[in-house]
């Protein structure tokens, strides 16, 4: 298979991306104009950050070359066009925000007539930008008495919550998901937004009908319960519709999972998992995320036809268990370049969850518990592991002939810490070699950048043998 | 004989001389944690439960390994303890997915070590009917899955029968844990302690003439000597006695607590009539009051507030596992809630094993002195 070299048209493509960037963000701030704009610059100064989304784009596309260039830069272009209509909702339709928990279903939402906001998607995006942008809200929240040992994710999140940094928002709906640290975090940011607050829960054993009815039941109250708090109003032709376009969505993902399988992969990293995230995570069942992610699927399909590696050298193929490295997000850009090492696939990303049934209100409802209940974070955090954590490991490896593991060991998701002994010997025993990289998610001062470039340094010279590429 | 050192030694080791000759006659032990779980429905037609501790754990080396050091220290300590073999005479043991770190416990226990019988309960993390009824059929289930591992009979007569004598015994622990609400108690929060975690420990028949004993006893006993300040006690699993005889030591009566492993409220009466298993479903479901369970944050926090009133205490302390997230997160709000209704509160964080004393009594000391006593 050939690779590519960045040339011209890739720098003129960086440019076009940078542009069009610009583009957004530029007619964002003409229609709010220039008063309400630094009026609200002041009032959530997390969005000076998202800003500089350039400077994530220049460092994704360091040394990427062609479709595979150019479907990271579509991406990032995808989730700033997707942050727009986000903070257009905090702007022009405050009367309607709700902020709901990560993993709870924005169709729901959507299809009430709601405008949801998630409080952790800053404290994702943020650091892929910034990546110290989340250390002065982890510290607000540990000089309130937070434990430090939190997760950052919801640690940050309570932060910006003490620190106000949220929409006014007419009520918070949260969940047991996906961990103890999550869930918890929400009574506390309930009583800092001083809003009405409602819990769904979700079982452990998620996977009987019995564990599926239950869960039905309780999207069905949160449903009522928001009909009570908000103006939100379920029509459930709307809920129908947007889930018909999930289902357009995943057909595009399936296929494009079908063609990282070939070695060396047509596309690989940010492309598969960031649209991922952004499309099925935040912004599940709209057109620009089919238009994405079919978008996506053209460029794997040209690469595939043409004989092209995403990644030029691939030598190794990884699988990422856990979040991707927030605070050192380039970290595949360095290890493609060093080593030759391709992400096919991440936890995060990876499912095998059926179509959505959208026959009836019933139906629709089923499927969407099911989809949350087994989606990335929350299968593998319930549910005994020996059923659900590691069967997805070794489907994944065996599936996309992937030659490693490598497990974003982030220290406060006790969930992995505390499966990484099993998972070794798991390993061991199978052959495939294990990296567990010991870093924050969010917080560079515990593990930085250079910090995690030697242990996978460590692990790519001791255990793979492998050279450096770029000495 | 000495009734202190008779219960601490009980406490000594999980499988004691009170598990052995019970195991000897026939009993079958089963291990369990944590409060979410029944253990009425361990005590009928020849099983026994044993609250699972790790008394004495030197450290845990081992279960680092598995669960790594960011793991509450009581779930790895039992890892230890398991690993080592100190578990074997259990029978089999039932966990409740309470949390992310007994959840992990049990996956790996259920590769390192898994006994002849294992299960492990889905709790819900809600109190209304659907989550009720949910504990209820989870129930259903374990009952199901006793009986055919062990054929033992837990149908309702036999359930109702072992809720009686689970009240009955609580009722005389609760009696005892009465007397330190006077203004001049005559038994410490230590040795009360003691009491309830040895109720854990052991068959708990064996320990009703002994208790009955200490319970009429206690009006002629003769009162604690001063103390200078009366404390309640707050938090989740906490089974070593000597924590608190730290703090007592140090002047700080512990008069009331509201632990996971305490008086309050898992010594509440159990409904008698019904059906056994949804009354089993309800109360501990609702009694435990652990922050694991959503929506319920006010009344976990009042609840603290009316207790230190009821007891007349003069301070709050709040000890908390390092690594817990529920408690972890939770605490920082009950630190506020608890100070904004004027009432003098601390927070400790602590490890498992009894460790750093000499930092726990300077804290204790500066919280009564800040306390004005």
């Known amino acids: 298979m050939e690779t590519t070299k960045p040339g011209l048209s890739d720098y003129l493509e960086f440019n076009k991306y940078r542009a069009i960037n610009l583009l957004h963000i530029g007619r964002m701030a003409a229609k709010h104009g220039p008063f309400d704009l630094l009026r609200d610059l002041k009032r959530y100064p997390w969005i000076w950050d998202l800003l500089k989304v350039n400077s994530l784009l220049k460092r994704l596309l360091v040394g990427r070359s062609g479709n595979y260039r150019t479907a990271v830069a579509m991406v990032i272009g995808g989730v700033v066009d997707g942050v727009i209509e986000l903070l257009e909702g905090i702007f022009y339709r405050s009367d309607r925000l709700i902020l709901h928990e990560d993993l709870l279903p924005p169709e729901i939402f959507r299809a009430m007539g709601l405008q949801p906001w998630v409080p952790e998607l800053l404290g994702i995006l943020l650091p892929m930008i910034v990546p110290d942008a989340m250390q002065k809200y982890l510290d607000a929240a540990e000089n309130e008495g937070i434990p430090p040992d939190i997760c950052s994710l919801p640690r940050a999140t309570i932060g910006m919550a003490m620190k106000n940094a949220f929409p006014n928002a007419l009520a918070v709906v949260s969940s047991n998901l996906p961990c103890d640290g999550g869930m918890s975090s929400y009574t506390v940011i309930a009583q800092q937004m001083k809003k009405p607050a409602y819990w769904v829960d979700i079982p452990f054993d998620f996977k009987s009908e019995r564990a599926l009815d239950y869960f039905a039941g309780e999207l069905k109250d949160m449903i009522s319960w928001l009909e009570k708090h908000t103006p939100g109003r379920m029509d459930w032709d709307r809920l129908k519709e947007i889930c018909e376009k999930r289902n357009a969505m995943a057909e595009l993902e399936l296929d494009i999972w079908d063609m990282i399988r070939h070695r060396p992969a047509p596309m690989a990293a940010e492309a598969v998992w960031m649209s991922h995230l952004w499309c099925f995570n935040v912004n599940p069942g709209y057109e620009a995320s089919i238009k994405l992610l079919a978008d996506l699927k053209s460029l794997t399909e040209k690469n595939l036809a043409a004989g092209v590696s995403a990644v030029p050298r691939e030598k190794y193929r990884a699988l990422l268990w856990n979040p991707p490295t927030l605070h050192y997000i380039d970290l595949m850009v360095w290890a493609e370049r060093t080593y030759g090492v391709s992400l096919i696939l991440d936890s995060m990303s990876f499912n095998r969850q059926s179509f959505i049934d959208t026959s009836s209100p019933d139906s629709l409802l089923k499927s969407l518990g099911s989809i949350i209940m087994q989606g990335p974070m929350a299968r593998h955090t319930r549910g005994p592991a020996e059923a659900n954590y590691f069967p997805d490991i070794f489907h994944m490896v065996k599936h996309f002939d992937l030659d490693m593991v490598w497990v974003a060991g982030h220290i406060g998701c006790k969930n992995t810490q505390a499966m990484s002994g099993v998972l070794r010997e798991k390993c061991r025993e199978a052959g495939i070699p294990l990296l567990v990289i010991d870093y924050d998610l969010m917080d560079s001062r515990i593990t930085p950048k250079e910090g995690i470039q030697e242990q996978v340094g460590n692990f790519m010279e001791n255990i793979m043998k492998a050279r450096r590429l770029d000495q | ?373």
């Open chain 2, 1 to 373: 004989m000495d009734t202190d050192k008779w219960f601490s030694k009980l406490l000594e080791d999980p499988g004691n001389d009170l598990v052995r000759k019970a195991m000897d006659e026939g009993q079958i032990p089963i291990g369990y944690s944590c409060s979410y779980v029944p253990d009425v429905m361990l005590s009928v037609d020849g099983l026994f439960p044993v609250r699972m501790r790790a008394p004495g754990v030197a450290g845990t080396e081992l279960a680092d390994n598995y669960l790594s050091s960011v793991i509450c220290s009581y779930t790895r300590s039992l890892l230890e303890f398991g690993l080592d073999g100190r578990y074997d005479f259990l029978q089999g043991w039932v966990f409740a997915a309470s949390c992310d770190h007994l959840r992990r416990l049990y996956d790996n226990l259920e590769y390192l070590r898994r006994p002849g019988f294992s299960r492990i309960l889905d709790v819900p993390h809600k109190t209304g009917k659907a989550a009720i009824d949910w504990y209820t059929e989870e129930l259903q289930l374990l009952a199901k899955s006793l009986t055919d591992h062990f054929g033992c009979n837990l149908g309702a007569a036999a359930l109702t029968k072992a809720i009686r004598e689970h009240n009955a015994f609580n009722a005389i622990l609760k009696a005892i844990g009465e007397h330190r609400r006077s203004d001049h108690p005559s038994i410490t929060g230590t040795e009360y302690h003691r009491l309830v975690i040895a109720a854990g420990a052991s068959p708990k028949k064996t320990l009703i003439p002994i208790l009955e004993k200490i319970r009429e006893d206690l009006p002629t006993r003769a009162p604690l000597p001063p103390y200078r300040a009366r404390l309640l006690f707050v938090g989740g699993h906490l089974d070593d006695p000597g924590y608190i005889g730290i703090i007592e030591s140090e002047g700080g009566l512990v008069v009331g607590d509201r632990l996971c492993t305490g008086s309050y409220p898992g010594l509440q009466p159990i409904p008698e009539t019904g059906d056994p298993v949804a009354a089993l479903a309800k109360y501990y479901l609702t009694k435990t009051s652990c922050p694991r369970m959503m929506e319920a944050f006010n009344e976990r926090a009042e609840d603290i507030v009316s207790l230190a009133r009821e007891y007349r205490a003069d301070g709050v302390v709040i000890q908390i596992m390092k690594f817990c997230d529920t408690w972890g997160v939770e605490a920082a709000s009950f630190f506020s809630h608890i100070r904004e209704a004027g009432i003098p509160v601390l927070r400790l964080e602590r490890d498992y094993r009894l460790g750093g004393e000499g930092q726990l009594r300077t804290r204790i000391q500066a919280f009564i002195e800040s306390m004005g006593k």
